[in-house]
């Protein structure tokens, strides 16, 4: 009967880490400024990696499934930058110095934040995607 509880305390611990940044619908940040980004504390000494997603809004079609039931394949051309490999629970931010991934800017890139939990190997987004711009 214990076994069946273990999953519960997982997804549990996974939802409670939250982002508290309210960014708008396709907003848009200058390269060279400062992004506070923030989660909501807690009093606790571990820590989770911060990380930071690119991807493009439209992906490329690659070509056909290899299985006669899927559907077209696409590449997002997504990468993953770690912004914090140690971030603190108990700190509730990090500045991140907007710095532009690969030269991806503009409307054809959306960048998002993530938080990869130690503690059940889960990530956990922060849901609202933004566009970089050149200054």
Known sequence: ????VIPALLAGAAQAFQFLNDIP???YYNEGSDFAIEWKPENRGDTFRLELYTFLVNP???GPSPYP???PIYDYNDTT???DAAAKYSDGNHTWH???????EGPDWYYRFGAILASVGEVADFARSFH???P
Do not use: H, P, S
Not at 1 to 4: E, G, I, S
Not at 98 to 104: E, F, K, P, S, Y
């Open 25 to 27: 619908v396709d907003a």
């Open 98 to 104: 907007i710095d532009l991934i690969d030269g991806r």
């Open 81 to 83: 930058t770690v912004l």
């Open 69 to 71: 039931w899927g559907g």
């Open 1 to 4: 009967m214990k076994l069946f």
């Open 132 to 134: 970089i711009q050149a």
């Open 60 to 62: 490329i079609l690659v």
